[in-house]
């Protein structure tokens, strides 16, 4: 387990979440969606389209965000992710997952089609967190998720901007750029446009390209694409792949912002 732990991850936030109708007319009826800010998204879907919500929650309310899965690399492989999950029948990853049956309810049929959704590729080898937004809603997934996908509860990790909003922030120094200007693995110079992943163990200097250290970590998994997790070279520790992509990625404010601008426009784009 990388040092993170269940600790928040600081970086843009990209998850695919599962409403519950708590309205008695229409208790039951799910939605699964895209966000990048689950607070405002929940407070949309219950406003209405005036407010931003999707046209199938509208006037249905009130909603409640009971589970959301995050960790995702980018917006495109959430919703590639939210895609499949509405549409399990049309993705040819879930051709073994059945069909709802008549007495299933589609809250427990949605948790279905996201159990096995988590153990089937490529979503299998993403650095996902599974969490549970009511613990009263909780079910016991079947099959449970890979073992370095942590099931979390509570409130999502605070998001980028909003960590460095406290006076009390004490961000770590930067590092000597000019003292690891190549890369630790092919000691080639990084390009302006790619940053170097970053050991984030307190005291490892290690700096390295994406794909150098993609395959150091891979030697041990010569079949796959993508590494779960690896033994960083310079201080010898365990270290989660998606704990060096976050940190690689965090504190880019303009494009989260530009996210959220654009989230109503894919949300949208993906109902009509």
């Given at each position: 387990m990388g040092p993170a732990g269940g600790a928040a991850r600081p970086g843009p936030f990209f998850g695919v979440y599962l409403l519950y109708c708590l309205n008695p007319r229409h208790r039951g009826r799910v939605y699964v969606g895209f966000t990048v800010n689950p607070a405002r998204r929940v407070q949309q879907h219950n406003g209405g389209r005036k407010k931003g919500g999707a046209w199938r929650t509208s006037g249905r309310g009130p909603w409640e965000m009971v589970l959301i899965v995050h960790g995702f690399p980018s917006a495109v492989a959430a919703l590639r992710f939210e895609w499949a999950w509405q549409h399990p029948r049309a993705s040819r990853r879930l051709a073994h997952v059945g069909p709802r049956l008549r007495s299933e309810a589609a809250f427990a049929f949605h948790l279905r089609v996201l159990a096995h959704m988590l153990r089937a590729p490529p979503w299998a080898r993403l650095p996902l967190t599974v969490r549970w937004l009511r613990a009263d809603f909780r079910r016991e997934l079947c099959p449970p998720p890979p073992p370095h996908m942590p099931l979390a509860f509570g409130p999502p990790p605070p998001r980028a901007r909003?960590?460095?909003?406290?006076?009390?922030?004490?961000?770590?120094?930067?590092?000597?750029?000019?003292?690891?200007?190549?890369?630790?693995?092919?000691?080639?110079?990084?390009?302006?446009e790619e940053g170097p992943l970053c050991c984030p163990h307190s005291g490892c200097r290690l700096r390295a390209h994406m794909i150098c250290l993609a395959e150091e970590f891979l030697q041990e998994e010569p079949g796959q694409l993508l590494p779960l997790e690896g033994q960083c070279p310079g201080c010898k520790n365990s270290v989660l792949w998606g704990d060096l992509i976050w940190l690689c990625r965090m504190g880019n404010?303009?494009?989260?912002?530009?996210?959220?601008?654009?989230?109503?426009?894919?949300?949208?784009?993906?109902?009509?």
């Open positions: 909003e960590r460095r909003a406290g006076p009390s922030a004490d961000p770590e120094p930067e590092r000597d750029r000019d003292a690891d200007a190549s890369c630790a693995l092919c000691a080639r110079s990084f390009q302006d404010e303009e494009e989260e912002e530009d996210l959220e601008l654009e989230e109503e426009h894919w949300t949208d784009m993906l109902e009509t």
